[in-house]
């Protein structure tokens, strides 16, 4: 059977816990507001392996101009199968009537995927982050 992928959001914190440790995302500690975060979410495309979570994307949008593609992970066990390739073709195909579609990839090694679906690196642009680690559940 296939994997199946569906921008449906039902997942359970428990599922999204794994999934996001299990490529080592700090995220995955935050269980209860990792699973808000995503309920919140313009777009969430999660994919399937039965009752399995191997892939989640994240999109956050202004409804017209801006979508802002959070994250894209796969469970390491289900990489290199062209997953995170097919939900980013889903949101490039979503979000083309849109101005701008920014990827925020976590990691710089990760750069060159996005290129491969016309993502370029912003010419004078800088990413920045700001980060509020605590205990808060």
Request: proline share 2%; with cysteine; charged share 20%.
């Amino acid at each position: 059977m296939g994997l199946l992928y569906t921008e449906q959001k039902k997942f359970t914190m428990q599922q999204v816990q794994e999934l996001f440790l299990s490529v080592g995302w700090v995220s995955g500690q935050y269980p209860s507001r990792l699973h808000k975060a995503l309920m919140h979410s313009a777009t969430v495309i999660t994919v399937w392996d039965q009752d399995k979570l191997v892939g989640l994307a994240r999109v956050i949008d202004d409804s017209e101009l801006v979508a802002f593609l959070h994250y894209v992970l796969v469970h390491p066990d289900y990489q290199h199968q062209g997953i995170a390739g097919k939900m980013l073709q889903m949101i490039i195909e979503k979000y083309k009537d849109y101005l701008y579609i920014e990827g925020m990839p976590e990691e710089s090694k990760n750069a060159d995927f996005y290129k491969q679906f016309g993502f370029q690196v912003m010419v004078n642009g800088v990413a920045m982050q700001r980060c509020n680690f605590n205990n808060k559940v």
